[in-house]
């Protein structure tokens, strides 16, 4: 029952070709002032009142004195966007579509039934509701709702957000549901009924706390939680894995593993192999991409014995099983095997004495290609691969010595994406889309080959008058970054087209093309162009393409995002006047380091959920799990070249930026808002021009329902056409 993204998680950079009075691509980099290039003179913050330590209130998140400044902020911003007659226009236009009854209902199958999460205009948090997959395939679907979160929210007079269910196969009665408080990583968990539809009395719930469940069986399951001090690491994740038997207290839950106080956390789950056993198998992961696994034997009393560990590189993810196969996603050279491949061993071989003798190979991608997500049903492993950012289904299959594949006849030249498959069922949902092409659901059965197209997107713009391209650019090392470029065909290429290219750059994370409505209504149909570049740090190459950008490495990413940006000047496309960026959470710092070491080359800057303080993330809600990721601040070589991107230590009072528009979100516990404060405080102190809007509630996504994500999608267009349409 499980669909993999192998590393956990958008738009493409324009540039006109210069005219001879412009500059050229060399005097661009000629005239980038010297304080914001990398190699720039360290900043000091002395004057008292503007220092570091003078910041440290905006980290109180509910902090009275933080609040003023927040809501200050807010008002200056949402009193001149809003006021702009452009806002309600795109507030509208998002709404409609976010509200729309025509989009796709996402299901996942079990147990002869399809079940959904929706939202609208009547349900704004959101109902879970259930049907037969015959009446799924009709074009009226009869929906039974099984938990209504407006009206419990209601009733319990909490900002409930819905994070989804856990229910126990194969009856599927007994469920975890996952509460959020306005939208946190952290959640409830209370266990549900779903055929009485009723919470049940006196069932397993814990307090909100980062974590998971995982059900044993119906009278035991094994937890991962905030057990109290000193069961949690230092990333804010669980530290401890325990048995919990119904009808006891947690603080009587029997431990069965750790891991250490700095590990970024330690996650049990139980498996269900394809022959019905179920086993407990724990991921420690010591960094964000060094893990170890470990599988619990259990004695005939249930007992849980010592763990035995899984003898397989470091860097690698294990991923379940499939017919008596382990699949091992390998992140390095192993043995005859090399990284990005995707490998598996015999489960019973292993546990009859904790070593691996034998290991077959799935899928081998060369340098071009990489997969992208995969999952299995009862029959079939379904792989997405993608060469060159283009994706293709492939279905594989395992005869008990060797494993075959056949490639599935899906749409080319898009995007194709494994979506929900149950390692017990045989029904499997699978999308495609691009650019230009609405979003398109099929549901494929993978034991009798049938493929059925089940619900698609209707076009909410016209994609007629449009062209998608992909396009490469040399970055300064030489290495060429594939980026897309989604326009009007009748473009003039004279350099005034309002542009915005998005990035993200970090943690395997792929930007494929996507089909957005709300992009082609409020951008592109209005005449900007959408560009989204694969920059080094993601996944579009695999695993070497991520690891090019690690820690002291990642000046690669912030090169490459340049070379993009440049290249759409180059070919006039668009210039620095109607150039503008956006990206978010990782892609937030991609942000923040552009308009602090090019702030000549960018005339909008949208920088959402950010990490801008590269010194002392490591401190705040999880940023000690991302140390694999961007490197450990208090390390002599990592921290020095920390300190030479920190967007928050590099702001000059000497030089001129874009006006920056921050966007972050105050019930954000996985970013800290006090990025976005702190930075924003910064160049207050020093009289530099920039908007703010942070969202009360919302999470990570810095929305909490479909109105707050309207309204933030018509302040983020507003603000970009106030800039770079025209001359502005």
Known sequence: MYSFKLKFTLLLSSAVALNACSPSSNNIQANIPVSATQESHTMQYNTPGQTDADHLYLEEVLGDKALIDVKSWNNRTLTRLTADPLFSQLEAEALAILQSKDKIPYVSYRGGEVHNFWQDAEHVRGIWRKTTLTSYLTDAPKWETILDIDELAKTEDKNWVYKGPDCLAPEYERCIINLSDGGKDAVVRREFNANTKSFITDGFVTDESKGGTSWLDQNNMVVGVDFGEGSMTDSGYPMIAKLWKRGTPLSSAAEFGRGEQSDVGYWASVWTLSDGRREIVSTRAITFYDSETYWFPRAADGSVGQAVKFPVPLKSSIAGEFKGQVLVNLAEDWREFKSGDLVSFGIDDFMTDGEIEKINVVFSPDEKSSIENFGSTKSKLLLSIYRDVTGAAYEYD?????????????PANGSVSIGNTNDQEDIAFITSESFLTPNTLYTYNTKTGEKTQSKSLPSWFDASSMVSEQKFATSKDGTQVPYFIVRQKDLKLDGTNPTLLYGYGGFEVSLNPTYSATRGKLWIERGGVY?????????????????????TQRQHIYDDFIAVAEDLITHNITSVKHLGIEGG???????????????????????????????????????????????????????????????YHNIDPAIEYPEVFFITSTKDDRVHPAHARKTAKRMEDQGHAFLYYENIDGGHSAAANLKETAKRLALQHTYLFEKLQGDN
């Open 585 to 647: 959470s990782n892609g937030g710092l991609l942000m923040g380091v552009m308009f602090t070491q090019r702030p000549d080359l960018f005339n909008a800057v949208i920088c959402a959920v950010p990490l801008l303080d590269m010194l002392g993330y490591h401190k705040l809600l999880a940023g000690a799990s991302w140390m694999g990721e961007y490197g450990d601040p208090d390390d002599a070589v990592e921290g020095k070249f920390l300190r030479s991107i920190s967007p």
């Open 531 to 551: 560009v989204l570049a694969n920059i080094r740090g993601g996944g579009e190459y695999g695993p070497k393409w991520h690891q090019a950008g690690l820690k």
């Open 398 to 410: 395992w005869n008990g010595s060797q494993w075959s594949s056949k490639k599935l006849d899906f």
